[in-house]
């Protein structure tokens, strides 16, 4: 029987889990099923799940979220001080990296056709992020601000740091759900290692747990012959949202492996 009797998840849509049914939370597009719900079940625990899709590590600790016409208050605020349990996902929009990809995605396709062109020219100006030491080093201090939060409001939580399941890997491909150049592959690759980079200097400054996501997904990525996430959604409306994202068979993964390491 498990030790832990209260799980609670912070983080962004990596770890909502938009697009997954049962939506729990439109509003926060958050799933039934993503990998705190999954690991919640397994370790027979009660769960407060906080994830909000959108957040930051500044809107996880104090600052007010909006996404779209609705607002969420910092999600440390939820946070019960007797969680025991208490996982991280987050990081990435601070560092622009589903947004961007999500972006010139849709530029893409828009450009494809001729009519959509210019459409897709101002929809994908801004092209790939630029990334540089001090981007990294903010998330990292981002997150580790995130653990340090987490420490005063929940002084006898174990603090697991859970990172991005891989998105873009060695067989990812233009299709019509990857539709990128090999160097914009290449470059959200680099972005992947350079977010994978600041989850590992925000556990070794904090000594929080880090869950190596995006290393035990290396193999899942788009192109893949299982991939843990989903590519581009169809609709420019609604489901759109679970681009790039995990998929459900992603954050069963997750959950096993954080199961595998709290419990055995």
């Given at each position: ?5 209260h799980?609670?998840a ?6 909502a889990?938009?697009?997954i049914?049962p939506i729990?939370d439109s509003r926060?597009?958050r799933?039934g099923?993503?990998?705190a719900?999954?690991l919640?079940e397994a370790l027979n625990a009660?769960?407060t799940?906080l994830?909000?899709?959108g ?13 779209l016409?609705?607002?969420f ?6 946070l019960p001080a ?6 991280i996902?987050a990081?990435?929009n601070?560092?622009s990296?589903i947004?961007?990809m999500?972006r010139l995605?849709w ?5 494809a056709?001729?009519w959509?062109r210019?459409?897709g ?5 801004k092209g790939l992020p630029e ?5 990294v ?5 981002g997150l580790?601000?995130v ?9 006898q939580a174990?603090?697991?740091?859970v ?7 060695d067989q ?7 539709p990128?150049?090999?160097?914009e592959?290449?470059a959200?690759?680099?972005l992947?290692?350079?977010?994978a980079?600041a989850f590992g200097?925000a556990?070794?400054t904090?000594?929080?747990e ?11 990525a788009l192109?893949?012959a299982?991939?843990?996430?989903l ?6 409306f609604g489901s759109?949202?679970a681009?790039f994202?995990?998929n459900?068979?992603g954050m ?13």
């Open positions: 029987m498990s030790k832990y009797r799980l609670a912070l983080g962004s849509s990596f770890a889990g938009p697009g049914a729990v926060a597009m799933s099923r993503n990998y719900h999954v919640a009660e769960l799940d994830t909000v899709s957040a930051t590590t500044e809107t996880i600790v104090d600052k007010e979220q909006r996404l016409w609705r607002k208050r910092p999600q440390l605020e939820g007797d969680a025991d349990l208490v996982t996902t990081g990435g601070d560092l990296y947004g961007s999500l995605a530029a893409n396709r828009l450009r056709r001729r959509s210019i459409i020219d101002v929809v994908g100006r990334i540089g030491p001090a981007d080093k903010g998330a990292a201090s580790a601000r653990v340090e939060s987490v420490r005063a409001r929940a002084p174990r603090i697991l740091l990172d991005y399941l891989t998105v873009m890997g990812t491909a233009f299709t019509s759900e990857t990128f150049g090999p160097v592959v290449a959200f690759r680099d992947a290692k350079q977010l980079l200097n556990a070794a904090t000594g929080a880090l869950v190596r996501a995006s290393e035990l997904s290396a193999d899942h192109g893949s299982d991939p843990w996430v590519g581009l959604q169809p609709s420019p759109t949202g681009s994202h995990p459900a068979a069963r993964a997750v959950a096993a492996e954080i199961h595998r390491l709290v419990v055995e």
